[in-house]
């Protein structure tokens, strides 16, 4: 059911594999890097992505409104924080939207870009990139942080891979079954800075007590005697 391609080098899995869903690749192709010379992240940051990380793409093609494509990648989330304890042990966080942290550092990120057509999605690529061998660039070391150096030694980012897709595969039948509301706790669960006291940035400066998502996936922050709901933004 996977259609798997390996670059060894590629400028970005992410911009390869949107290229290939508008072409009309099918749902579960997928596309890794050894590494990329232009990896980038959420609101088109650069992402650092030398040869030994984890770097990947793949097409999803959902029918379900726009609305719920920020579920998909909480989802996401899950499933990566899920498939890292189980393959490596170790307990990580997801700081709000989709960072993935060890303590204090990301390890990981995930972006979502997709094509609608009224609405509907036409497909959803959701791009990972997990910081495993790779050296980090100095600028990057207090704030990011890599698996062989939380473990102490060299580990293998395709037995995550397919951790991974373990997961995603199962809870995401689930999810298109069942809904999100199911995931919410874990989501929950797993959130880096629950009821702390937080900063969103999305445009506006949001500040309140993290109250963590609802059942609808929007972020709940208590703000003196109002809740407000955020759909999107970042965190500190
Ligand atoms: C973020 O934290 O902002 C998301 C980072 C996503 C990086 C991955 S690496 C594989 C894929 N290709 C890219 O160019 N970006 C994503």
Do not use: H
């Not at 072409?23 to 992402?47: N, V």
């Not at 998909?72 to 498939?83: E, G, K, M, P």
């Amino acid at each position: 059911m996977n259609n798997i391609k390996i670059y060894k080098k590629i400028d970005s899995t992410q911009v390869k594999t949107k290229t290939l869903a508008d072409k009309g690749a099918p749902q579960w192709t997928i596309i890794i890097a050894q590494e990329q010379t232009k990896g980038y992240g959420r609101l088109k940051r650069e992402w650092s992505s030398n040869k030994g990380g984890l770097w990947f793409s793949f097409i999803l093609k959902p029918k379900i409104d726009a609305g719920s494509i920020q579920k998909i990648s909480f989802v996401a989330s899950i499933s990566l924080i899920r498939a890292l304890k189980k393959q490596f042990g170790l307990k990580t966080k997801i700081k709000w939207v989709n960072d993935i942290f060890y303590k204090n550092k990301k390890i990981a990120g995930i972006i979502v870009e997709s094509s609608l057509r009224q609405n509907k999605i036409d497909w959803l690529v959701i791009g990972i990139g997990v910081n495993i061998n790779n050296d980090l660039p100095e600028e990057l070391k207090n704030i990011s942080r890599s698996i062989k150096d939380i473990l102490g030694k060299k580990t293998d980012g395709r037995k995550l891979l397919s951790a991974f897709f373990n997961e995603f595969k199962t809870m995401y039948a689930k999810f298109l079954k069942s809904g999100f509301a199911v995931f919410a706790d874990e989501y929950n669960k797993n959130l880096k800075f629950l009821n702390e006291e937080v900063k969103i940035e999305n445009g506006k400066t949001i500040e309140g007590v993290n109250r963590g998502i609802d059942k609808e996936g929007r972020l709940v922050i208590e703000s003196g005697k109002t809740l407000k709901k955020v759909v999107t933004g970042s965190c500190r």
